[in-house]
Nanobody
Framework: QLQLVESGGGSAQTGGSLRLACVAS????????MAWFRQSPGKEREGVAA???????TYADSVKGRFVISRDNAANTLSLQMNNLKPEDTAMYSC?????????????????WGQGTQVSVST
């Protein structure tokens, strides 16, 4: 089992950058596909970026070219570098872990979730 704890959220202006981190406690972090999801009030949860066990990455079209997901298996850490932020990126961001994930941006594939960290982008 894994426990996930996010950090790094906060406020930024349009065009700014933030870096999110997710630290996992438990065993076999490197065997899990990892992903970042976000949800804002009144909207469905959206898969933002995912990274498989072989470090293959998948991005939502809305963040391609702006966000970079990475993982450090030695440190049990998942990161999300967010650049050129837009107001529409405002949301609660959560990291998630799943085993044998096939559809990397679908939330049902993931078994373990963090509590989330808020990102707010102002104009």
């Amino acid at each position: 089992q894994l426990q996930l704890v996010e950090s790094g959220g906060g406020s930024a202006q349009t065009g700014g950058s933030l870096r999110l981190a997710c630290v996992a406690s438990g065993s076999a972090f490197d065997r899990y596909s990892m992903a970042w999801f976000r949800q804002s009030p009144g909207k469905e949860r959206e898969g933002v970026a995912a990274i498989a066990t072989d470090s293959t990455t998948t991005y939502a079209d809305s963040v391609k070219g702006r966000f970079v997901i990475s993982r450090d298996n030695a440190a049990n850490t998942l990161s999300l570098q967010m650049n050129n932020l837009k107001p529409e990126d405002t949301a609660m961001y959560s990291c998630a872990a799943g085993y044998l994930v096939a559809s990397h941006l679908d939330s049902y594939e993931y078994n373990y979730w963090g509590q989330g960290t808020q990102v707010s982008v102002s104009t």
